[in-house]
């Protein structure tokens, strides 16, 4: 993996490593307990760039690369994975289509906020009938004077209440299936304007919110606690049409492309949560002694060592190459979905072989793993499920037997 990275990376790495540690690692475990949003910390992170690390200085960002992105999620998920989803959908799913796909009024007004973590964005794609069959939007824009009004209702949207830009699909023509999809820039308040005041960040009053956008109820989840998953609902909706988000008809495509970026993202928090669990595995090991002597001295537990160790140095190659691709304007969709299948599946893999290794305590609260556990599952599911990404990689490999170029 060091050969991804340059001086620049290893500075923020260690950074991001220090804060990881300091600020989330002691109050990762009662925000799982409570489900609450993390507040606080969103601020440090806010404060030390994290929320605008691939976007330029003029936009408000670091001014860094995706690789840069990915060094940033990968550390905080090694904690807590809550910390880093909330980092990885900001960035790669809720600011990045403006900035690839939004025009440069667009990107002046929306991506400063966002950069900045002033307000907190998301990606509305997923509903009750549309799930992996992005392309069966339901929601509706119906074209009107001066804009457009929407219909209809998103459903698992990471920041979905705490956030206050959002991108949308909507079909804007019904009869052209997925070619008749568009995207969508709406916002509305958040849920906790009093915390996001107290704290300073999460809540902008430059903002001219849509009328119409509201939040559901917060989701009580398996994993990812501490993280915000609600509904978001869009009930006659006015879009003005300086909010189209890209031109009419490209939205699916686009989001799409916006989705193998956000693979990359949950790859790299998938690693993080496999290389968090594989060194709390390895701690207990050498220090929990049974018949006389640490347990890490059993074949028994040394294979799975060895083998959760060799499967993170896998991922973390896919990982980072999907990065550096995308870094150096190569083709990048496969291996985004190579690196989020493997990598997804190595975190379910390894937390469930970490819970093992602790014997009994590890199905205990009190030990970190048994949260990582939970944390994985969602990581096999979210921005495309194993399944899906198999048959992107599938078809992807067939192309090119076929000499099709996209």
């Known amino acids: 993996m060091e050969m991804y990275l340059d001086e620049s990376h290893r500075a923020l790495r260690d950074l991001v490593r220090d804060f990881a540690r300091q600020e989330i690692a002691p109050v990762a475990a009662e925000l799982d307990r409570t489900a609450e949003f993390p507040w606080e910390n969103v601020r440090g992170m806010a404060d030390l760039g994290l929320l605008g690390i691939p976007w330029s200085p003029e936009l408000g960002g670091a001014g860094m690369d995706t690789t840069a992105c990915i060094v940033a999620i990968h550390e905080i998920a090694k904690v807590d994975a809550s910390h880093a989803i909330t980092v990885s959908a900001h960035t790669t799913l809720g600011t990045g289509p403006i900035v690839v796909f939004g025009t440069d009024a667009q990107r002046e007004k929306y991506v400063p906020l966002l950069a900045s973590g002033r307000v907190l964005g998301g990606f509305g794609l997923t509903e009750p009938d549309a799930g992996s069959d992005a392309g069966g939007t339901r929601t509706t824009a119906r074209r009107v004077d001066g804009g457009w009004v929407l219909n209809g209702g998103k459903i698992f949207i990471t920041h979905g209440g705490v956030g206050e830009v959002f991108v949308v699909t909507a079909a804007t023509d019904r009869e052209q299936g997925p070619r008749g999809i568009s995207a969508f820039i709406v916002t509305k308040p958040t849920t906790d304007i009093e915390t996001a005041e107290r704290v300073g960040v999460g809540h902008s009053t430059e903002l001219e919110f849509t ?3 509201r939040a559901g109820k917060k989701e009580d989840k398996m994993g990812w606690r501490a993280s915000d998953t609600r509904e978001l609902y869009l ?19 686009n989001f799409m492309r916006s989705l ?15 290389e968090g669990a594989f060194e709390q595995s390895l701690a207990y090991a050498t220090g929990r002694q049974q018949f006389g002597r640490p347990i890490s001295e059993f074949q028994a537990i040394q294979f799975m060592l060895a083998d959760m160790k060799t499967g993170i140095e896998a991922a973390a190659h896919l990982v980072y190459h999907a990065a550096w691709l995308k870094d150096h304007g190569q083709p990048y969709s496969r291996e985004a ?8 599946e190595l975190a379910m893999r390894t937390t469930t072989r970490a819970v093992q290794i602790h014997g009994g305590y590890g199905y205990m609260k009190e030990y970190p793993v048994e949260r990582m556990m939970r944390d994985a599952k969602i990581c096999e599911i979210g921005e495309g499920t194993s399944e899906i990404q198999r048959l992107v990689i599938a078809r992807s490999l067939v192309r090119d037997l076929n000499g099709v170029t996209e």
């Open 235 to 253: 009930e006659d909706a006015f879009v003005p049409d300086d909010q189209l988000l890209g031109g009419v008809g490209e939205g699916f495509t």
């Open 260 to 274: 193998d970026t956000g693979r990359i993202g949950l790859a790299a928090l998938s690693l993080g949560i496999a």
């Open 211 to 213: 009328g119409g956008v």
């Open 337 to 344: 979905s190579m690196a989020k299948l493997f990598a997804s």
